[in-house]
């Protein structure tokens, strides 16, 4: 039954996944390459997730037979960490560009000569004695 | 006995000269032209003017803050509290002040308390002073007392220091010390970061007690219990990052 549930679960996750994938593609917000890519992985998970009797074909096929299922496994917890880790540094970068980007538009408006007359009306007379 | 509340120095006093007061503000239209209506014109012999970081509003807040003479600096996208402050200090370096207040723009910061923190700072030639709620904590709610403490002691895991109110965002720099703070925090941990600064560029700082405006709308306008889990993670995020 668990297994059953988890299969319908991946199931719907791939439909949800591929169909945002195509609906960026269509709008040109993916390129070909990415689309095709999600696609294949997405229709892999469902594969394995229908066919889970495959790993163990696979594992064999690699010579890990006695390292079985829990290998298997942990190597892709490690991998699934490792693109969040990824995923992390490169959102704290992309954070740290659109901070900067934005206090500098917002200082060069703010400050700009375009708004000097609002600036000089609202700073202290003492300002323009220095 | 090692004081933990001020370290010192001996440098000439500020006599004269601006002052700025910046505000970080996010949708704060209700209370912000009651808060810079109360800001003193003249504060230890300087000229007061208040700068008002309009983080991406969506209500009228950066329009009301210009009618009440503040100079407004608008993000067009709202980046957070940290930011926000970050543009703030560079914005009144950029307009010459001397003396810089950070403070609250929801009306937690009582402004006629700026007056004994700039004392404190003139007297005492601090490079800053920090107005702590928790020096009398007498009226604080118990669990912001226990929040504190708990972000007091992370702050102290993450940055080295350990400060009484290490959450305060009521704080007093002199122009120097803020030219020398490295900050790129966009959240509230920006109170932590300024924090280590301090203790990296071993500036002269003293901690102040002051009385939080506990209101309903402060309250409700206050740090959440996501934005302190936020706050948390992003603590332990700057100490993964440093280990």
């Known amino acids: ?130 | 006995m090692i004081n933990l509340e001020s370290t010192e120095k001996a440098d000439l006093p500020i006599s004269s000269g601006l002052l700025a007061v910046v505000m970080p503000a996010c949708n704060e239209a209700a209370v912000i032209g009651q808060v810079l209506a109360l800001i003193p014109a003249n504060i230890e012999g300087m000229s007061v003017f208040s700068i008002v970081v309009d983080d991406g509003s969506a209500d009228a807040t950066g329009e009301i803050a210009r009618r009440h003479g503040a100079v407004v600096i608008r993000h067009i996208v709202n980046l957070g509290a940290g930011a926000a402050t970050i543009t703030g200090l560079k914005a009144a370096r950029a307009l010459e002040a001397d003396v810089i207040v950070t403070m609250d723009s929801d009306g937690q910061h009582n402004p006629a308390e700026i007056e004994p923190l700039v004392r404190c700072l003139n007297e005492g030639h601090f490079d800053v002073v920090i107005g702590s709620r928790i020096l009398e904590p007498a009226g604080m709610p118990l669990t912001r007392i226990a929040a504190n403490l708990l972000l007091n002691a992370l702050t102290y895991l993450v940055y080295g220091k350990i400060v009484s109110d290490s959450q305060s965002g009521f704080k007093v720099f002199t122009s120097s010390a803020v030219e020398r703070l490295e900050l790129e925090s966009a959240g509230y941990e920006i109170c932590s970061e300024i924090v280590g600064e301090i203790y990296r560029k071993n500036l002269c700082y003293k901690s102040v007690p002051v009385k939080p405006v506990y209101t309903d709308y402060s309250r409700a306008k206050g740090q959440h219990f996501l934005n302190g889990v936020n706050l948390i993670l992003g603590l332990l995020m700057r100490l993964m990052r440093r280990t």
């Open chain 1, 1 to 130: 039954m668990f297994v059953f549930i988890s299969q319908i679960f991946s199931v719907l996750l791939a439909v949800i996944a591929i169909s945002k994938s195509y609906v960026d593609f269509r709008s040109r917000l993916e390129s070909l390459q990415m689309f095709v890519f999600w696609t294949a992985t997405w229709i892999a998970i469902v594969v394995v997730a229908v066919f889970p009797a495959l790993i163990d074909i696979l594992i064999n096929a690699f010579g890990g037979g006695r390292a079985g299922l829990g290998t298997f496994f942990g190597m892709a917890i490690v991998f699934v960490f490792f693109v969040m880790y990824r995923m992390y540094v490169k959102l704290e970068r992309i954070e740290q560009k659109l901070m900067k980007t934005v206090q500098e538009i917002a200082l060069r408006e703010g400050l700009s000569h375009r708004n000097q007359a609002e600036r000089v009306e609202n700073i202290p007379d003492s300002i323009h004695r220095r």
